[in-house]
């Protein structure tokens, strides 16, 4: 049986919703599995045979989740963190990308393989030094840390500011040289503005890592200081230390919940940038 051109083209669009309906409901399943889990009482989450959905949903875990870390307080200490590291991480990352993409010197190339470089480090290889510096001039539990941790920037935010610089076209320099123009100010009145895409992709990094990051809040601040994700992690147990499952996802809920409603609200202009600062290199 012969297909014509048009139903080939509506069998292959058919398999490629189905492929990709099987992608989305495998990536989707951990979060499925997650507000289930939240819906469920104690007793269902040991019950065998398991079931994914419950018999009977408690809403009371929910607001358990909220009150039982004074979630909004952590909350609020998290947004802080993320703003304090956000700003410097960003910028020093724009700089860098911008010197590598227009200050051509025989050392460039080298120096910018070594930041890519560092993409390769495990965390732990630089936060233990860190520790040990700040805890001899005496400079921890300080919300100011952050600003440090993000002043040199991020390897792969370097990376796409560079390529976003690239593509723009060298003769607006020039002409803003001529008008007499001086660096500062051509950065910053003409090149910062042509990479919005790319500060928007850069905050959302950014702000993923600060966020979601564990080990730096656990060792520079102390409890009442500290991240959402630290909480979260030792916050949902019993008097006996039994952790409270269903009620700490619960709590994950919410802690997800921003990156969630960010990403799909930037969603467009985030692969839209990831794809222009593809092009060129």
Same mark, same amino acid.
């Given at each position: 049986?012969?297909?014509?051109?048009?139903?080939?083209?509506?069998?292959?669009?058919?398999?490629?919703?189905?492929?990709?309906?099987?992608?989305?409901?495998?990536?989707?399943?951990?979060?499925?599995?997650?507000?289930?889990?939240s819906?469920?009482?104690?007793?269902?989450?040991?019950?065998?045979?398991?079931?994914?959905?419950?018999?009977?949903?408690?809403?009371?875990?929910?607001?358990?989740?909220?009150? *039982?870390?004074?979630?909004?307080?952590?909350?609020l200490?998290?947004?802080?963190?993320?703003?304090?590291?956000?700003?410097?991480?960003?910028?020093?990352?724009?700089?860098?990308?911008?010197?590598?993409?227009?200050?051509?010197?025989?050392?460039?190339?080298?120096?910018?393989?070594?930041?890519?470089?560092?993409?390769?480090?495990?965390?732990?290889?630089?936060?233990?030094?860190?520790? *040990?510096?700040?805890?001899?001039?005496?400079?921890?539990?300080?919300?100011?840390?952050?600003?440090?941790?993000?002043?040199?920037?991020?390897p792969?935010?370097?990376f796409?500011?560079?390529?976003?610089?690239?593509?723009?076209?060298?003769?607006?320099?020039?002409?803003?040289?001529?008008?007499?123009a001086?660096?500062?100010?051509?950065?910053?009145?003409?090149?910062?503005?042509?990479?919005?895409?790319?500060?928007?992709?850069?905050?959302?990094?950014?702000?993923?890592?600060?966020?979601?990051?564990?080990?730096?809040?656990?060792?520079?601040?102390?409890?009442?200081?500290?991240?959402?994700?630290?909480?979260?992690?030792?916050g949902?147990?019993?008097?006996?230390?039994?952790?409270?499952?269903?009620?700490?996802?619960?709590?994950?809920?919410?802690?997800?919940?921003?990156?969630?409603?960010?990403?799909?609200?930037?969603?467009?202009?985030?692969?839209?940038?990831?794809?222009?600062?593809?092009?060129?290199?």
């Amino acid at each position: 049986m012969a297909f014509t051109h048009s139903s080939r083209d509506r069998l292959f669009s058919t398999i490629r919703f189905i492929v990709l309906l099987v992608i989305v409901t495998v990536f989707f399943l951990p979060i499925i599995s997650m507000i289930a889990t939240s819906l469920k009482r104690l007793d269902e989450l040991y019950r065998v045979p398991a079931r994914l959905f419950p018999q009977k949903p408690v809403l009371e875990n929910f607001a358990l989740g909220w009150t *039982m870390i004074n979630f909004g307080k952590y909350l609020l200490n998290s947004i802080i963190l993320s703003c304090l590291y956000i700003v410097p991480a960003v910028m020093s990352s724009c700089f860098a990308g911008y010197a590598f993409a227009r200050f051509k010197v025989r050392e460039s190339n080298g120096i910018f393989m070594v930041v890519l470089a560092t993409l390769m480090v495990p965390a732990m290889v630089t936060i233990m030094p860190f520790y *040990m510096i700040l805890t001899g001039i005496g400079f921890l539990d300080q919300r100011f840390l952050w600003v440090l941790l993000g002043l040199p920037g991020l390897p792969f935010v370097i990376f796409l500011f560079r390529q976003f610089f690239s593509t723009i076209p060298a003769s607006l320099e020039e002409s803003a040289r001529i008008d007499g123009a001086g660096s500062l100010r051509i950065f910053f009145a003409i090149m910062f503005p042509l990479v919005k895409t790319g500060i928007v992709i850069a905050c959302i990094f950014a702000f993923q890592w600060s966020w979601s990051e564990y080990l730096a809040p656990v060792l520079f601040l102390s409890d009442d200081k500290t991240s959402l994700a630290v909480k979260i992690m030792g916050g949902y147990s019993d008097q006996k230390e039994n952790i409270l499952y269903n009620v700490a996802m619960a709590g994950v809920f919410y802690y997800t919940l921003p990156l969630v409603i960010i990403f799909f609200a930037l969603q467009k202009r985030f692969v839209a940038g990831l794809l222009e600062g593809g092009i060129k290199g």
